[in-house]
Every structure is written in C-alpha cells, then in structure tokens.
C-alpha cells in the first residue's frame, strides 16, 4: 500500500459579506462577457480565499507538524484589506486566471504571507519560488486565447468590491473532484498584536 498525501495550502478567510460581495462581481463580469465565447469557469463565493501559502501535496504522517506549525499565534495586527481593481495571469498570452487585486491591507498581506511561508519552510517543506502576488482568483478559463484578457478586463472592476478584515491565517486541505474542491479546515494562526 503506497503512501498517503495530503494536499494543504495555508489562507487568509473572506467574511460572508464579503463573499456576497464577490458573487455580485461574479454575476456582473459575466454578464458584461456574455456572448464573448469566453470560456471562464467561476470559482464559487463560498470557496474563495486569499491564498498565502501554496504546500501542496504532504505526507500524512507529516502533518500534524504542519498543524502544530500553523496554528501557533502571530504577533502581527488584525487589518483590512480592500479587493479591488483586476488582473489576469499570467501577463502575457492567453490568460488562464482573472483575479481581483488587494489595494489598502496589502503591505500587511504579504507580511503575513511571510511569516507563514517561513513556518512551512522551517519544517523542509518547499514552497513556490516566486514573488507572492496578493489577490483574489475569481475565475479560470478552460480554453483561452489573447484576445480574452482585454475583454475580461474591460469588464473588470473599477474601484474597491469589498473591504475585509484579516485576523488570522487558516490551514486548508483540499480535496479535488469533478464537482470541484472541498476544503477542510486544518489548523488557525489568529492575529494577536
């Protein structure tokens, strides 16, 4: 019988209001690209979160270390972060991913993610190698070409969607199906500063 994994990632959680804020964007993006031939598929409201740390697949018996490493507190302010404006990766080509930036609380965002990469790293863990890029996935494109990324930005937001408090960092599993992802709660770092 072969090793078990699980497939965690570490995020920032997003209040109801501002889930239903994010849905009404949803619902007016796509009505601005109806019959663009656009091919997006929306992530659901109740499954956005503001990624900080992606770990991805984690051997079962070194997860509960994953756990005691997350749920310690962080000595960092609860803050507020506004969603606003938009972007598509990756920057050039066609795009795979439309997402909705974060303008005030950013600086604070990446210094969370900080703290939490380090944590994962301390424990021989990799994470990505790239610059942590703060924001919000609203949708993926099944089949894209060039031409969608001046469309879906021109339907994109102009000013802030919602404004939301952070408090702390949640350790997610995920578990992927053809209905699309369940994630589980793992482990919480509150914000104690």
């Known amino acids: 019988m072969g090793r078990k994994n699980q497939r965690l990632f570490i995020a920032a959680d997003l209040p109801a209001p501002v889930r239903a804020a994010l849905g009404a964007e949803q619902a007016r993006i796509k009505s601005v690209l109806a019959g663009s031939g656009s091919s997006l598929k929306w992530v659901k409201p109740e499954h956005a979160h503001l990624t900080l740390v992606f770990i991805g697949n984690v051997d079962d018996a070194r997860v509960p270390a994953v756990i005691d490493a997350v749920a310690a507190d962080v000595g960092l302010s609860a803050f507020e972060a506004t969603l606003e404006?938009?972007?598509?990766?990756?920057?050039?080509?066609?795009?795979?991913?439309?997402?909705?930036?974060?303008?005030?609380?950013?600086?604070?965002?990446?210094?969370?993610?900080?703290?939490?990469?380090?944590?994962?790293?301390?424990?021989?863990?990799?994470?990505?190698?790239?610059?942590?890029?703060?924001?919000?996935?609203?949708?993926?494109?099944?089949?894209?070409r060039p031409a969608d990324r001046s469309q879906a930005l021109g339907a994109a937001p102009n000013g802030v969607v919602a404004r939301a408090r952070i408090d702390g960092a949640t350790l997610y599993q995920s578990r992927l199906s053809p209905s699309g992802p369940a994630y589980t709660a793992l482990a919480r770092a509150n914000l104690t500063a």
Do not use: K, N, Y
């Not at 703290?115 to 610059?131: F, N, T, W, Y």
């Not at 890029?133 to 099944?142: D, G």
């Open 85 to 144: 404006g938009a972007g598509v990766f990756p920057p050039r080509g066609a795009p795979r991913v439309l997402w909705i930036g974060i303008g005030s609380g950013a600086p604070a965002l990446i210094e969370l993610q900080t703290v939490m990469a380090a944590r994962v790293e301390a424990l021989g863990l990799p994470i990505e190698d790239r610059a942590f890029h703060p924001h919000l996935t609203i949708a993926r494109w099944r089949e894209s």
